[in-house]
């Protein structure tokens, strides 16, 4: 196995952080100062974008950073799976980064979906505009009233009648869904009980303007309502779509969103890490900027520990992630399913324990808005629920280990 990143990504690297330097990070409080400014809790009708976002996606798109993500040359970087890993551990160092470069969750697995199953008419109606940045969209998976933990448990339902397709069901943690800018989600839902397990659900476009499709609420994370981005419930009450918007065919929900998942936890994990070497920075620079009993804090109560601990985590869980996306391209998301699940475990809980730390040494200012060490820890935390909890990929690659040697569930 060879980790060794191209000539382009090394540039892509480059670029990436200097953008994030000279033009994200002195601006970034000032964005999120207006977002309070315009606060509104939990009502996301009056939810609005500052223009600080616009103004740099602009100059993200002039500068050639733009879909990076994207593995087709002719609509993104084309960037292999590995070549795209550590290009997206730099914009996890900012919380808004990936926005800015239009490579940001749930669109980017959304654009993916559509790139690799739509038809031409879906790509032309919803794609192109995703590309381009000018809308934004939702991904309707997790259900209030199942655990969802377990896919097939989903109730919610896209039944086949006639030319439509009718929605029926109750998504939540519907990320994204109170942009302005949202205009289109995937919904994921029962069409063929009577088939086998993973051949019963299918994926349906469904434009958020449709009757019937009804944003109930916005759920808060850790207090926080993620503005203006948003987490939302939301309930479809027989909601008509045109059979053309079914993804791929009938019954073919899972096959897609395992093709959705194995890249984007690539993403996601590297964001993670990106965002850890950043915390590890401002842990750093507090402890040697304060002093207590006479010396840097950062000589107190073990604290040089738990920076050596903190480089080691962060470089362990890169190694992981990095194979296992060279995995991928290698060999497929299927076949790098272990991999893909421990990096998903291991990702989030190393960023969550360095927040933890570098929360400590900050003392107040660490649960504050001065510094973004509970945006991050929150981040962490999350991600130790989407895309499955830790406890389901620590099953996966149980269950690998024993087929391995030929033993049973």
């Known amino acids: 196995m060879d980790f060794e990143q191209s000539a382009r990504s090394k540039d ?62 002719e609509l993104g970087a084309g960037l292999s799976v590995l070549e795209y890993a550590p290009v997206c551990a730099e914009m996890g160092r900012s919380l808004i980064a990936p926005e800015v470069f239009n490579c940001n969750a749930p669109d980017t697995g959304n654009m993916e979906v559509l790139w690799k199953y739509g038809n031409d008419a ?13 809308i934004r969209s939702v991904f309707f998976m997790t259900e209030p009233e199942v655990a969802s933990s377990d896919a097939t448990n989903m109730q919610a339902t896209a039944v086949l009648d006639g030319d439509e397709v009718v929605l029926n069901g109750k998504k939540w943690w519907s990320s994204g869904v109170g942009d302005p800018r949202c205009k289109v989600g995937i ?9 086998s397990r993973h051949g019963q659900h299918s994926m349906v476009l469904v434009p958020l303007d449709t009757p019937g499709v009804e944003i109930q609420r916005m759920l808060p994370v850790f ?27 009938l019954g ?18 590297m964001r993670c890490l990106g965002a850890a070497e950043s915390v ?19 000589n107190l109560g073990g604290n040089r520990e738990r920076v050596a601990d903190a480089r080691i985590a962060i470089d362990q869980a890169r190694l992981l992630t990095l194979f296992a996306a060279w995995k991928i391209d290698q060999v497929g998301a299927i076949p790098a399913m272990t991999e893909i699940s421990a990096i998903k475990v291991v990702a ?24 973004p060490l509970t945006a991050f820890f929150a981040q962490a935390r999350s991600l130790r629920l989407a895309d499955g909890p830790d406890e389901v990929h620590k099953g996966v690659i149980a269950r690998i280990e024993l087929a391995k040697r030929g033993l049973g569930k």
């Open 12 to 73: 892509y690297q480059k670029r990436v952080r200097a953008f994030i330097d000279q033009h994200i990070a002195p601006i970034e409080q000032d964005y999120w100062d207006q977002v309070l400014a315009r606060h509104n809790g939990g009502d996301w009708t009056k939810w609005t974008i500052p223009p600080l976002m616009e103004e740099l996606k602009a100059k993200a798109r002039a500068e050639g950073l733009w879909n990076l993500f994207m593995p087709d040359p």
């Open 187 to 195: 919904f994921m839902g029962l069409s063929l009980p009577d088939a």
């Open 280 to 298: 590890l920075d401002l842990m750093i620079r507090r402890g040697m900027a304060r002093t207590a009993f006479g010396k840097p804090i950062l």
């Open 252 to 269: 073919r929900g899972f096959e897609i969103a395992q093709g959705r998942l194995g890249p984007g936890r690539i993403h996601h994990c």
């Open 122 to 134: 879906q790509k032309a109606e919803w794609l192109t505009p995703l590309l381009a940045g000018e």
């Open 348 to 371: 989030p809980n190393v960023l969550q324990q360095v927040c933890d730390w570098a929360i400590q040494l900050h003392g107040g200012m660490g649960v504050s808005r001065d510094v």
């Open 223 to 249: 207090g926080e309502y993620d503005e203006p981005h948003g987490h939302g419930e939301v309930h479809f009450n027989n909601v008509r779509v045109p059979k053309a918007n079914i993804i791929a065919g």
